[in-house]
Structure formats: structure tokens, C-alpha cells
């Protein structure tokens, strides 16, 4: 026993230096002095782009905080004594202010919001407390502007700007009758009896604050997420909501990086960034920690158990209890654009580590107008800038499920770019935006005259926006077909195109070199009009006149491809086509056909309005409710690359109500500057399309 106990001491061994992560570091190797001079240089260009905050800017930053932390407190003490509590607890009652997000990271630029979370006691509610008694608080704050409650959000939440700068305040109540101020926040025992909605809230925290445990070096770790989050903004792939990556994902992934590469400096970690994830094997998950396991209850992110958790198709999984993925948004579509995202990357960093490149090439922003051909336009208008803000922000949450559907329906074969900017013609008024969707079919797909048609799945889409609940009469939705060469000028960066477009991967074999957007479209179509002779005015005429004519007003025939949106003052029905016999063309043998329509109308109908029974190739027709009216063929015909793309169309419904308080916002609208948006929108749509074009 005593020779055991002396072979134990006799060979004592020191024990490997441990790291943080999964796995081991791929390698341990430090920076070369070319690497010290070009992390340098990349420093140089982010101070020079403008990523970093003054002095001044931050130092508001830290006094908005502390006055909307003495705002919450004052808030938690009014509520105790109003439900009667103890004037001792009314003393002691307290709610304490909690930073994440890019701010909590030290991430955060110039203008950026602050992500805060407020902690309160287990009496102070989150559905009346918080988005009522505080809301209705904030709104009475002179230093409070454009204040947006969003109760009905996966992570409810209270936005707005104080002092003008943008805040997102989430609530979380614990089961404490008193928050001490040093609260901690990372203890396990935050998550007793707390509902998911409050655990989602407390996370943001406890993520960020496990991140920074998690990586060797904060610094170098900050400097590369910089870096990283201005290339994804630049390369239009930084957005969760539109089903890229937000902020959290970045984080997350940047902090693998640090991990696999823990004595890299920011040079080396942005190039080693690409290089691991244009080789990572999705959907294998990136874990900066074994996934934690407790017993309160809640779950975790197990594929093995969770049948949801096996669709996932780029797992991020965050750290902290209890881990999930940060990055389900993600689709098949948003997918391919953030691996050639990846892929361009990597070669630019391949090119600046053999000096051939600099740091301006990985940042050379994404060119989305040229790298497609077809488009989707889902166009929004609203009476003011407020009620802009609450529309936009809905509909904006939904356009994943329209990629999603669009995926699903035509069995991946139909793919969908959103793009994550939105856009506003600074010629009209009225309060308007509208986002764009690249559309191109599955790379290396050879199958031809397969037709798609996702009139379906584009209602499917109008019927959930309708389920808004605080919708009013103004909000409406217009959702058309474009081509490149009908893009408006003001989309583009400095508002012309480039003269050389760089086409999509996957669809420069298969361009026709068709010219690019002229300066001026509204000229464009002017003289377009002007020299067919084909009655293209005669529809924006008829388009206008429907817009403002009183009830009982015949509509004059309709020519073109599809109508984008109508105001009337009149019950309209916004008709959804079915094809008829004879209606349809035919494709040929090596293209198939596509008959582009608009997708019309605010998702909000009169229990009156129905599709016509009569099969008929008339999509987004209109027809007023006089039954003399009649339904015109608005289809023509343009070739996909070899896929039939749709016909697409909206629900059959219209804004316009038997209701008089909604007919009455139909009528303001009508005759705001709106209604012009929305003939642009038309005009757009209705250009000739020859038959011979593809995307």
C-alpha cells in the first residue's frame, strides 16, 4: 500500500493548461509581426469608419441609464404603495437596471441602442405594470419620443428614445418581494418560478456576461465582433428578424473563434473566421460550453429529444442556462446567402494575408440590386410616422415566414434573398417603406418546366399579417412582382446603379446582359407610356380614378400585368384569380413561364368581400361592388430560369369596410400622398414584360 501511495508521488505530472470551449484550441500559435502590422491596420480602418463612440456621446449614454434607472425605481415604489404594501416594504422596494447586447459586450458604435433589462419584484407584472402603469409613465417624459410597446414579441418589449437615444427595455419579475442593488444576476436561482417569457428576458444578460468568462482575451474577442458585425452589415447578412444573424450570433460566433485560435490577435481571428466557418459542417451546433443541464425544468436545445430542435439549420447554442439556439430564423435561403457571404470573405482574407488585398475589399458592400433579377416588393403605408412604426415593425417580423413558405411550397427549388434594409422614396410624404426580396432558383438545378405557383402561399402570408392586433384604418400592405430594370433609383447608393452589375453566382451563366435601371424611372415610364400606345396610361388613369371616384363610379377596363394596391371609397373586391382554360401559357421546352402579378391590398377585409366563383386568369383584379363591373385578363408572360417561378397574388380582400370609422381611413388615405406610393408601386408592375426574359 505504502509502494501505491510512493508510485502516486513519484510521478507527479503537471496538468495541462486548460481552455474554455468544447474542444481543444486548433492553435496555440501568437501573432507574426505581419500579423501585429495588419491587426494595426484593421484597427485603423474601424476607428476611421466611424465604429467607435466619442467621449461625449458615451458619457450621455451613461446618464440616460441612470435616469431610467431612477425612473423604474420610482415606478416599483408608486406601485407598492398603490397595492397597499407595508410602508416599510414601500421604503425598501426597489427595481434594479440591466445592460446586454452590443452595450454590455462593449460592442456598441455610434447611434446604436442599448439593450436593458429592468428586474423587479414578484407583485410588479409585466402585461398591466409594465406596459401600462410604465408606459403610460414614459409617455408623459418630455426626454421620451417614438415609445413602442411590444407586448406580443418572443421577447416582450418596450422600445423607444430618451434623450434620442434608442432604448429597448425588457421587464423580468422574480419571485423576491424585494431586488437588492447588487443583485446578481447569474445566479441559477433567478430562474425559480419564473415563466419562459421572463426567462428569455434574463438571458440576454446572463449570455453576455458568460460570453465574456468564456473567451482568453476580451479585447481581441471586441475588436474582431466589430469588425465582424460591420462586414455583416455591410454584406446585408446582419439581421435575426429577416432570418440572418443578429447581434447574440455574432457574439457567439466570433467567441468559438477566440477559443479555437486563443493567442490570435484580431488580424488572424477575422481571417481564421472564415476559414473555420466555410468549412464548419452545418448543422452541426456551435457551443462555446457543454450544454447545461439543471432540474428546474425548463428546456434545453437537444436534438435528440426535441423533434422541433432536428430542423434546425444552423445551431448557434448560447451559453447559459438554459441553452438554446440563438439562430433558428435561419432558412434554407438565408442559409446559402450567409455561406457565400462566408465564402467571399474567406478568398478576401486569403488575398490580404499574402498582401495582395487590404481591408477596404471585405468590405466592399454587397451589391443585392445587381446580384438579382426578379424581385418581390412587399411595400407599406400608413397614415403617420407612429402608426408606420408599429405596422412596419409587424410586418417586417413576418417576412421570414414568407421566405419560409415560399421554401416550403415550391420544395426549396424557389429560393428568397431578404434583404434587411428598408427603403422610402424621399419624393412622396406620406409615411412609407418597403423591403425587397431577391428571387432565383436552387443552384445547379437542371430540371425544366417545372411550374410553381404561390398565389397560396402569398394569402397564407396576408392572413397572418392580418392577425395584427392593434391594427387601424391607414395600415395597409402591398406586396408585387419587379423586375431589376423597374427598381426605383433612390434603392441604390447615391442613388444610381452601377454600370457593371455583378451578377448572383447561380445566375451568371444564365444572363442575358439586360440594361440597368435608368436616373430617373418615374421618366422612364413616362416616356415608356408615352410612345407604346399600348393603354398602360389608360391603367393609371383607371387606377387613379378607382383611388378617388365616389361609390357607383364604373371602373374603365385594366390593362397590364397586375394592379399593386387600390385605395376607393367604394367596398372593393381585390379578386383572387384562379387560371382558367385557354388563360394560361405555355411553357416552352427548355424555359418555363411566368405570369408576374401584384400582391395587393391591406390583409384586412369586410365580412363581405370573397373571391369570385368564375375561373378566370385575373389576379389582384378589381372590381367594385357595383355588379356591373367586370373582371379583366391582367396576366402576361416571362420566362424563369428554368423554373417556373409563380403567379403571385395577395388575399382577396381590401381594406375598405362596411365599418364607417374604417371607411373613413380608407378615405383619408386615399387622398393623402400615399395614394401616389402606391401608383408608383403600380406603374412599376405594370411595365411590359417581353416573353423572353429570364431572371
Given at each position: 500500500m505504502a509502494g501505491s501511495v510512493g508510485v502516486g508521488r513519484a510521478a507527479p505530472r503537471?496538468?495541462?493548461?486548460?481552455?474554455?470551449?468544447?474542444?481543444?484550441?486548433?492553435?496555440?500559435?501568437?501573432?507574426?509581426?505581419?500579423?501585429?502590422?495588419?491587426?494595426?491596420?484593421?484597427?485603423?480602418?474601424?476607428?476611421?469608419?466611424?465604429?467607435?463612440?466619442?467621449?461625449?456621446?458615451?458619457?450621455?449614454?451613461?446618464?440616460?441609464?441612470?435616469?431610467?434607472?431612477?425612473?423604474?425605481?420610482?415606478?416599483?415604489?408608486?406601485?407598492?404603495?398603490?397595492?397597499?404594501?407595508?410602508?416599510?416594504?414601500?421604503?425598501?422596494?426597489?427595481?434594479?437596471?440591466?445592460?446586454f447586447g452590443s452595450y454590455r459586450l462593449g460592442v456598441h458604435g455610434p447611434g446604436a441602442d442599448i439593450d436593458t433589462l429592468c428586474v423587479g419584484p414578484s407583485y410588479v407584472n409585466r402585461e398591466e405594470d409594465f406596459f401600462v402603469t410604465l408606459h403610460g409613465i414614459l409617455a408623459e417624459k418630455e426626454e421620451v419620443t417614438e415609445l413602442q410597446p411590444v407586448p406580443e414579441a418572443h421577447v416582450p418589449v418596450l422600445k423607444f428614445k430618451f434623450r434620442g437615444i434608442s432604448i429597448d427595455l425588457l421587464y423580468a419579475s422574480l419571485s423576491l418581494s424585494v431586488i437588492p442593488a447588487d443583485f446578481d444576476i447569474s445566479q441559477g436561482s433567478v430562474l425559480c418560478d419564473v415563466d419562459e417569457a421572463t426567462v428569455r428576458s434574463l438571458n440576454g444578460c446572463r449570455v453576455a456576461d458568460q460570453i465574456l468568462r468564456l473567451v482568453p482575451n476580451a479585447e481581441n474577442f471586441r475588436t474582431t465582433l466589430r469588425c465582424l458585425k460591420y462586414w455583416a452589415k455591410r454584406r446585408g447578412v446582419y439581421s435575426n428578424i429577416t432570418g440572418f444573424l443578429g447581434g447574440v450570433n455574432w457574439a457567439l460566433l466570433v467567441a468559438r473563434v477566440c477559443q479555437l485560435y486563443p493567442n490570435a490577435v484580431p488580424s488572424m481571428l477575422v481571417s481564421r473566421f472564415f476559414r473555420v466557418f466555410t468549412q464548419w459542417q452545418w448543422p452541426n451546433p456551435v457551443m462555446l460550453c457543454a450544454i447545461e443541464n439543471d432540474d428546474l425544468g425548463f428546456s434545453v436545445w437537444d436534438p435528440r429529444k426535441?423533434?422541433?430542435?432536428?430542423?434546425?439549420?444552423?445551431?448557434?447554442?448560447?451559453?447559459?442556462?438554459?441553452?438554446?439556439?440563438?439562430?433558428y430564423n435561419v432558412s434554407t435561403s438565408t442559409l446559402r446567402v450567409i455561406m457565400e457571404q462566408f465564402q467571399f470573405g474567406n478568398k478576401i482574407c486569403q488575398e490580404i494575408d499574402l498582401n495582395r488585398a487590404n481591408w477596404n475589399a471585405l468590405f466592399e458592400p454587397f451589391h443585392f440590386f445587381e446580384a438579382y433579377r426578379k424581385f418581390l416588393v412587399v411595400g407599406i403605408v400608413a397614415d403617420d410616422d407612429d402608426d408606420l412604426r408599429l405596422w412596419k415593425g409587424w410586418v417586417e417580423s413576418r417576412l421570414r415566414q414568407l421566405t419560409l413558405k415560399i421554401e416550403r411550397d415550391t420544395k426549396g427549388i424557389l429560393q428568397c434573398h431578404p434583404y434587411p434594409c428598408e427603403y422610402s422614396d424621399p419624393a412622396i410624404e406620406c409615411a412609407h417603406c418597403a423591403f425587397y426580396m431577391g428571387l432565383s432558383r436552387k443552384e445547379g438545378l437542371k430540371k425544366r418546366g417545372q411550374q410553381f405557383d404561390i398565389r397560396g402561399t402569398v394569402d397564407e402570408f396576408m392572413r397572418e399579417i392580418g392577425m395584427y392586433s392593434l391594427w387601424k384604418p391607414g395600415m395597409d400592405l402591398a406586396v408585387t412582382h419587379v423586375r431589376r430594370?423597374?427598381?426605383?433609383?433612390?434603392?441604390?447608393?447615391?442613388?444610381?446603379?452601377?454600370?457593371?452589375?455583378?451578377?448572383?453566382?447561380?445566375?451568371?451563366?444564365?444572363?442575358?446582359?439586360?440594361?440597368?435601371?435608368?436616373?430617373?424611372?418615374?421618366?422612364?415610364?413616362?416616356?415608356?407610356?408615352?410612345?407604346?400606345?399600348?393603354?398602360?396610361?389608360?391603367?393609371?388613369?383607371?387606377?387613379?380614378?378607382?383611388?378617388?371616384?365616389?361609390?357607383?363610379?364604373?371602373?374603365?377596363?385594366?390593362?397590364?400585368?397586375?394592379?399593386?394596391?387600390?385605395?376607393?371609397?367604394?367596398?372593393?373586391?381585390?379578386?383572387?384569380?384562379?387560371?382558367?382554360?385557354?388563360?394560361?401559357?405555355?411553357?416552352?421546352?427548355?424555359?418555363?413561364?411566368?405570369?408576374?402579378?401584384?400582391?395587393?391590398?391591406?390583409?384586412?377585409?369586410?365580412?363581405?368581400?370573397?373571391?369570385?366563383?368564375?375561373?378566370?386568369?385575373?389576379?389582384?383584379?378589381?372590381?367594385?361592388?357595383?355588379?356591373?363591373?367586370?373582371?379583366?385578363?391582367?396576366?402576361?408572360?416571362?420566362?424563369?430560369?428554368?423554373?417556373?417561378?409563380?403567379?403571385?397574388?395577395?388575399?382577396?380582400?381590401?381594406?375598405?369596410?362596411?365599418?364607417?370609422?374604417?371607411?373613413?381611413?380608407?378615405?383619408?388615405?386615399?387622398?393623402?400622398?400615399?395614394?401616389?406610393?402606391?401608383?408608383?408601386?403600380?406603374?412599376?408592375?405594370?411595365?411590359?414584360?417581353?416573353?423572353?426574359?429570364?431572371?
Open positions: 503537471s496538468s495541462p493548461k486548460r481552455y474554455a470551449g468544447t474542444d481543444p484550441p486548433l492553435s496555440l500559435a501568437g501573432p507574426s509581426m505581419a500579423d501585429l502590422q495588419r491587426t494595426a491596420e484593421l484597427e485603423k480602418f474601424l476607428v476611421e469608419a466611424c465604429l467607435y463612440e466619442g467621449k461625449e456621446e458615451s458619457a450621455k449614454r451613461e446618464e440616460v441609464l441612470s435616469e431610467i434607472g431612477q425612473i423604474v425605481k420610482e415606478w416599483v415604489k408608486q406601485l407598492t404603495r398603490k397595492k397597499g404594501y407595508a410602508e416599510q416594504l414601500v421604503e425598501r422596494a426597489n427595481a434594479v437596471l440591466f445592460t426535441n423533434p422541433r430542435d432536428r430542423n434546425h439549420l444552423m445551431p448557434i447554442i448560447t451559453p447559459a442556462y438554459p441553452c438554446m439556439n440563438s439562430s430594370e423597374q427598381v426605383p433609383s433612390y434603392v441604390f447608393e447615391q442613388g444610381y446603379k452601377k454600370p457593371s452589375p455583378t451578377m448572383h453566382a447561380n445566375q451568371q451563366e444564365q444572363s442575358d446582359g439586360d440594361g440597368t435601371l435608368s436616373p430617373d424611372l418615374e421618366g422612364q415610364l413616362k416616356r415608356k407610356y408615352d410612345s407604346d400606345g399600348d393603354g398602360l396610361v389608360e391603367l393609371h388613369k383607371s387606377v387613379k380614378r378607382a383611388s378617388v371616384s365616389p361609390p357607383g363610379d364604373e371602373t374603365p377596363p385594366h390593362h397590364g400585368n397586375s394592379v399593386s394596391k387600390v385605395l376607393c371609397d367604394s367596398p372593393v373586391k381585390l379578386v383572387s384569380s384562379a387560371l382558367c382554360s385557354g388563360a394560361q401559357t405555355s411553357p416552352s421546352h427548355d424555359d418555363v413561364t411566368f405570369e408576374p402579378t401584384a400582391l395587393t391590398s391591406s390583409p384586412h377585409g369586410s365580412e363581405d368581400t370573397s373571391a369570385s366563383g368564375t375561373s378566370c386568369a385575373a389576379v389582384g383584379a378589381v372590381v367594385l361592388a357595383d355588379e356591373s363591373s367586370k373582371l379583366v385578363n391582367l396576366t402576361c408572360d416571362v420566362e424563369v430560369d428554368t423554373v417556373q417561378m409563380m403567379e403571385v397574388h395577395t388575399t382577396s380582400e381590401c381594406v375598405a369596410q362596411k365599418d364607417g370609422t374604417k371607411l373613413e381611413g380608407i378615405r383619408s388615405l386615399a387622398s393623402s400622398n400615399c395614394a401616389e406610393f402606391l401608383e408608383r408601386e403600380v406603374l412599376a408592375e405594370n411595365m411590359h414584360l417581353s416573353g423572353d426574359e429570364v431572371i
